[in-house]
């Protein structure tokens, strides 16, 4: 029902900037408006981490401690596309980002960045941070 596709990763130095993008598409007359998209991450021999997600209309986000403050979730439903811009980003952010989504909104970090609820997934992007 809800393909995802990320993009925007690379390599950078610690402390520089960027922007991922999770494009979502589905059936005909598609619109993300109705599904809350979270990006999580996952590291080589680490579980996958709950970064960050954001309500269906946008107008309520959450964060991991880890990223508090310097990352930022937004969306454009009219384009159905979900960022999320990291700032001072550091070696330990490194890792491969997903976004996913699913339907219901609980407003709380321990349910809405918990993976297993989260439906439809995307094949992730590589965000490497080293000097």
């Known amino acids: 029902q809800l393909q995802l596709v990320e993009s925007g990763g690379g390599l950078v130095q610690p402390g520089e900037s960027l922007r991922l993008s999770c494009e979502a598409s589905g059936f005909s007359g598609f619109t993300l408006d109705y599904y809350v998209i979270g990006w999580f991450r996952q590291a080589p021999g680490k579980e996958r981490e709950g970064v960050s997600t954001?309500?269906?209309?946008?107008?309520?986000?959450l964060y991991a401690d880890s990223v508090k403050g310097r990352f930022t979730i937004s969306r454009d439903n009219a384009k159905n596309t979900v960022y999320l811009q990291m700032s001072g980003l550091k070696p330990e952010d490194s890792a491969t980002y997903y976004c996913?989504?699913?339907?219901?909104?609980?407003?709380?970090?321990?349910?809405?960045?918990?993976?297993?609820?989260?439906?439809?997934w995307g094949p992730g992007t590589q965000v490497t941070v080293s000097s």
């Open positions: 996913a989504g699913k339907r219901s909104w609980y407003g709380t970090v321990g349910e809405d960045l918990r993976s297993s609820p989260y439906e439809w």
């Open positions: 954001i309500s269906a209309t946008g107008a309520f986000t």
